[in-house]
């Protein structure tokens, strides 16, 4: 029913504000955020229509995350829902430097690790998608995960769905090992395979040029397109962006200078920005406008995206720092 | 090296602002709260030294569970240490009439649950107390901590230690009769039972009037004294509260009445009243003091008690609504 | 697409915090509400399908309400969209008694009261739909919205859907003349008619006891039901809620009592329940559910609906303040 | 320049949200309030212009006082500035029962309590002045206020103003006798005495019914009007109000019940609604306006009015607890 | 009866906290701002009397914008009030690279929008008035509102009054060519011209250095200063300020690096500090108290201005960035 | 009983939200600090035991203080408690360039400046004590604060404990003459001097190198050792830090970027992080632990440390700016 489906956890996300630290806070602020579920989010604002699949609790936490995602146009009707069971959590603490921001995973037993083969209808689920979405994460979760993250791909593949894969290598859910036991066997089915040079060396042990990274990708697992993004750790506070694609030429993006308000999403930003781009368009486009992407959503809070199709053009177009009026 | 020593769990309490319902929520108030931990920072206050048993993660969220502890005057030394766990979470939602308030518990796997015979140093532990308090929540928990609460009464009474038990029963964690077959076993070894009249009727059938509760459960048990709790609930935002004992003879405390800001922690206030006045006094400060702390209790948010011995021997003195100057 | 369409306007409603007077406000809350759209969420909630419909600028204030209508899975997809143009505000104040809460509109010129003939896609809106709900208010926005509500009566018949009107009289946008006028050539059209006593008299000037009223109203415009809300205002801060309708009988709802946390859209709140109640059953079935989502309502800050089924059956079956855990 | 004018402190008050414990605060709400600064912010809200006199500091918070008083249009052209010293602060805990309202004062050595004779213009202050208004507040400050008290009303006299005198006894300022023999030498110079029977008993013994105590302050200082408030305490939030005037005959106002949000202040509103009403009609006008004023007064959180005259006007023609639309 | 007098519009400046979007707010900061009102509120503030001229209605909000000008100071007595009408809103989202800052405004119908010849009472006020400051936005309002400006230079100038006029080109509000059009009219009448490169190109062609656009002005509409500020943007969060005037000689000021919290007000910030240091000395004095004027104005939140007179001295003397104890 | 003991006060510290100035306040934040008590409350984060001594009173703002100190893990055993008296208050005002962060004093009277000779129990405080800890401030609050510093001193030594002692210049509290007259007497006890070249400059009229500053010093008191701290002041809102000492030889830390959220407390960090490494290990370590503790304590806000012995380890291997998952 919606061009784009991805599958995975969403986890409320609570933050202390004004960069207190964690054991510091009296107040959370709340936020809902999942690597797919923050790609759907993106690429709906955009204005393709996108489905987020998961398993959640039928309880005020649960639906509280249903609630953000449709408050984002995203399609909801493919979730599981789960009569008990937890919602995960991550505490998110903002930092400046030297000291950097980090999070404390809090999502064992979440009803969205407990997904098993059979209980997503893909049949539905698929119907006139163009393409699936998933990252590595969802794999990680739970053995039962990876079957389904197998199954998923597979069905999407019957459907005539192309398949796009994150690589994002979360080091507290597996050993790199366990990652490249498991994604070796999922990324030979994949259309488009997104990571950093970081992940792409814990994990396949490539350490090299960003171009020879996706090169060896490339060759590895053969999929239409590499896409590698490039993030400059400045400061704490300030970063830059950009990121290449190798498809059957290197395409590269331009590069952004961020002053930075939250640093988490945007990766899933970037992915947003390149599917909608590749998807309406092609790997340039999809590089130029997941490069926009993930530049805005380091200037806002919170995972999920709030930009519309004109400001991310706009963007496109060259820099105006300039109040605008 | 406290006179009084509690154990059990404590967890993160989320609530929104404003009567909000959670699903509404976007920002929560953190406060940390537990059955035990709540009546070892009453008693605190109010002058014994306590100390509070439970384990904790070493992380930034378990520190916050210590020290709120401390801050309120309770040695934490006792605390037993994990190096990975999580702290347990209540979510709790304020209500008004006809919407009661409510809670959500997210407390399954927390370190406290975890908690096993032989982790507590009880020799240090119980080093010069006089009195051990526990409630029915924690045998609830998990059968680790049940065999735990075994233990630690067992200690208690070898090193001359009396014993507080508040039945608190819990429908979320325990049936009636799994709860009824634990605690059988456990009020035997007690000195102080502390329990309402609806618990009595949950766990052990009893259906009566509260004086002929309180005469049941003495003959089961042959406690010293057996103190029953009743809470008016008029509606959602007033209540009343007074309590009764059973010793040698039949103590009836005065009647509050209460402009409900936030009724959790109520019953643990009483506790810490009542204990406090117990052991600085007899049964009838006990119930005096403890019918004094519950009703202060519930016109402040968060379950730790924030008032002072001077303040509460002001209340003994009769009610005067008027602004203090 | 949806089973039951409404039309009408939404505002952001900003409300200063903590009972501070409009001229005090260093800070509003921000919430999105209008008569129509609180019916749409309140039904959706419930768990029938629903759609909204509407003039939005798209601007991010436009967008705002329309994502807020989403969240709560309300359809989206026949709101019209301008180019141009504002979204309209209220500002509320809540206050205790003797001072009564307020509000002041700031409604001119919204996109929503420019709406006109022709532009909503009246086929589409209400293929498969079983009911269409519109207030009193939107006629009562401009000439054109009068046009426009004309127009959806007559598609929606046509499109053999019922149809069922919420009187709510607006001083501020017309005299009882005017509404009256224009009214009567409406609710002759109309299977549902829902209204108080207060409006009853002030636009069809008919004094009398409530029976009385329905019947009246049953007489002049012959609709199938005749629902009238009675709300008794005990303070600014304690009320009563309770409903009549009349059909082939009189049919006499129960009465609540309740503890007001912000009294806005508690009408719209038991339209929602009466007609989910009405279509999933009957006018008795009907009064329940609305009298229950009226009271609880009340209870929480907002305009939009926050409870589910299962909720508001639980409160059918009778009171409890107590805190449910 | 202005019609009336006061002379007093004013503080900073801090103020805990949510109801929580001034022990338990993260963060203070700011308000500034005084006796003699809130009539005169009321007196200017309804309609006659005033001046308010005192000593600040030349500093953000000195100046943050005068800024707020000129925010209610209130002059501040004779407020006298120290190059040095502190703003006075007060801590206020708001209550439910049975745990009342409380006051921490922090005011030693503020400014205003070093203000001594010589340091006001009077000729300037009471140019064109019909009333100058004090409290006992201000003499219990210290030596120098007593003095600059006594001074004020000789000159105020002088000029040909009125003079209105509110009792308002401070006892942790000074003991009733010190009170008494200070006010005994002033209230005979004053044409309207305005006390609570508190305070006539506290000070001057006079244990009384209100009337008998209004005649007995009429025969010991002779003023034109003598003024006696009276406060029914019914629980912490909840309160009644009313008041009776002796003149030349007995005035009996109307009586108010109130949900009470902030108790603070209410004397002072009524004393500007009474000295507003007198002063532009007569007292039964004075004690009817008063009266609203310290009704509405206690639904605002902070000590300053922000009610308008029409809104006065409103309440004087009784109660409608409906949303104002 | 003031020194200097401005007028214009102000509007309720609403933002959302911490860098979110506005589609993304839960809550809106109140501010109050307005080009003339700005400049009013920072001359008062350092120490020239200042009085601002508007028309608001009288209800909440607009009493709300004459108490924050009365706040600072600024003499309300000439404000025209109307019964009926709107506050104009604008909604301001504050950004950081490669976000820029951005306002939506919503000002349509604003009674400040429907002022007309005649109902300023222009006598009054500008009696012993040395300058009324006007900016461009104003004549851009309406029709009417450019008559009023027309009205209110010609009144100026024959009591002897000198007139500033800040083009503050707004390309919401008219086109360049309709600004050209009816600033020649206006501009000849002025004895100080204050604007940027920027709008000097929008409107008047002009593409050049800033003494020869600043040279050209001169020679267009012969006032006695030309002032040009210049703004380096260097990030969304940091920038430059300086500016340069021309009068009989040029005259140039220092730069300022500036750590941006709130960029809105730094123009009229400006104008304010140059008047005052022009009027209290001379072009010199203007431009350097102009320059730290605006700097410091960036570093808060909010269009109008705190500092004092001491403060901006201080920072004349040199920059010092080490806490002040 | 703990292992390093402090003296001194500690204030409310007070500051407005969002880089508002102290005048636009309308809330505070509440933090509590001082300097002696931040290095305590450091010292027990990394892992040592420590004690403050202090005198507070005996109300809700005296035991907000000791909780928070006790919160720290600091034990507060030997405060002194007084029946009256206030808790001292600092207003913080945060800026960004060119607006400097500012601090106003409301220190005057608090019951800590009354501190005189005989009130602490010495012989208990400094029982197992290995140092001791004061700083500048102290002797500077009142004569009797003077004697005070003097007897501790020598009681410290007595016991054999050792003596730190932190310059810490006010220049409000005393002239630069004041303080060398009465530290000179002191520092001829002291083992450890921690300085700034700015300090030892006012008092001490040393202009010189660093190094040379650290040889006079030396020289000048003969202590073990002497440390000088450098803070590179770059903008208001990033700096840099690092630190030398001089004993037998010179120390160089390495230097740290800041972006600084709060800079108050970074130098009672740095005393809490050397004296943690010299008491655990040697001046090396101290330095090392120093620099990191006071980079780190400018990212958060408020004067006490959060902070734990295991990140300070991470930081002293060297940066890593990305998100720490």
């Given at each position: 029913?919606?061009e784009v489906?991805?599958?995975?956890?969403a986890?409320?996300?609570?933050?202390?504000?004004?960069?207190r630290?964690?054991?510091q806070?009296?107040?959370?602020?709340?936020?809902?955020?999942?690597?797919?579920?923050?790609?759907?989010?993106?690429?709906?604002?955009?204005?393709?229509?996108?489905?987020?699949?998961?398993?959640?609790?039928?309880?005020?936490?649960?639906r509280?995350?249903?609630?953000?995602?449709?408050?984002?146009g995203?399609?909801?009707?493919?979730?599981?829902?789960?009569?008990?069971?937890?919602?995960?959590?991550?505490?998110l603490?903002?930092g400046?430097?030297?000291?950097?921001?980090?999070?404390?995973?809090?999502?064992?037993?979440?009803?969205?690790?407990?997904?098993?083969?059979?209980e997503?209808?893909?049949?539905?689920?698929?119907?006139?998608?163009?393409?699936?979405?998933v990252?590595?994460?969802?794999?990680?979760?739970?053995?039962g995960?990876?079957?389904?993250?197998?199954?998923?791909?597979?069905?999407?593949?019957?459907?005539?769905?192309?398949?796009?894969?994150?690589?994002n290598y979360?080091a507290?859910l597996?050993?790199?090992?366990e990652?490249?036991?498991?994604?070796?066997?999922?990324?030979?089915?994949v259309?488009?395979i997104?990571?950093?040079?970081?992940?792409?060396?814990?994990?396949?042990?490539?350490?090299?040029?960003?171009?020879?990274?996706?090169?060896k990708?490339k060759?590895m697992?053969?999929?239409?397109?590499?896409?590698?993004t490039?993030?400059?750790?400045?400061?704490?506070?300030?970063?830059?962006?950009r990121?290449?694609?190798?498809?059957?030429?290197?395409?590269?993006?331009?590069s952004?200078?961020?002053e930075?308000?939250?640093?988490?999403?945007?990766?899933?930003?970037?992915?947003?920005?390149?599917?909608?781009?590749?998807?309406?368009?092609?790997?340039?486009?999809?590089?130029?406008f997941?490069?926009?992407?993930?530049?805005?959503q380091?200037?806002?809070?919170?995972?999920l995206?709030?930009?519309?199709?004109?400001?991310?053009?706009?963007?496109?177009g060259?820099?105006?720092?300039?109040?605008?009026?």
């Amino acid at each position: 029913m919606a061009e784009v489906v991805t599958m995975g956890e969403a986890m409320l996300r609570l933050s202390p504000l004004g960069y207190r630290r964690l054991e510091q806070a009296d107040r959370f602020e709340i936020n809902v955020g999942g690597s797919e579920l923050n790609v759907a989010a993106g690429i709906s604002r955009l204005g393709l229509s996108s489905s987020w699949i998961s398993k959640l609790p039928n309880n005020p936490l649960g639906r509280m995350v249903a609630n953000k995602t449709r408050e984002h146009g995203v399609d909801t009707s493919q979730i599981v829902w789960a009569n008990e069971g937890r919602v995960g959590i991550y505490y998110l603490e903002l930092g400046s430097a030297p000291r950097a921001s980090s999070v404390i995973y809090d999502r064992g037993s979440s009803t969205a690790s407990e997904l098993t083969p059979g209980e997503v209808n893909w049949q539905m689920a698929f119907k006139g998608a163009k393409l699936f979405h998933v990252s590595g994460i969802t794999p990680a979760l739970s053995k039962g995960c990876a079957e389904v993250v197998g199954e998923s791909i597979r069905e999407a593949k019957n459907q005539g769905c192309r398949v796009s894969f994150d690589i994002n290598y979360r080091a507290k859910l597996w050993s790199g090992e366990e990652a490249r036991r498991c994604l070796s066997k999922l990324l030979g089915e994949v259309d488009i395979i997104i990571t950093t040079q970081f992940d792409a060396e814990e994990i396949f042990g490539l350490k090299d040029s960003y171009e020879e990274v996706a090169r060896k990708l490339k060759e590895m697992f053969n999929p239409s397109v590499v896409v590698i993004t490039l993030r400059e750790v400045k400061t704490v506070l300030t970063g830059g962006w950009r990121s290449i694609a190798l498809a059957d030429k290197l395409y590269t993006g331009k590069s952004y200078d961020i002053e930075i308000i939250d640093r988490v999403g945007a990766g899933d930003a970037y992915t947003a920005g390149f599917l909608y781009g590749y998807l309406s368009g092609d790997i340039e486009k999809g590089i130029s406008f997941g490069d926009v992407m993930a530049a805005l959503q380091q200037t806002i809070p919170g995972d999920l995206s709030w930009f519309s199709l004109k400001e991310v053009e706009k963007h496109l177009g060259g820099k105006d720092f300039r109040i605008q009026r």
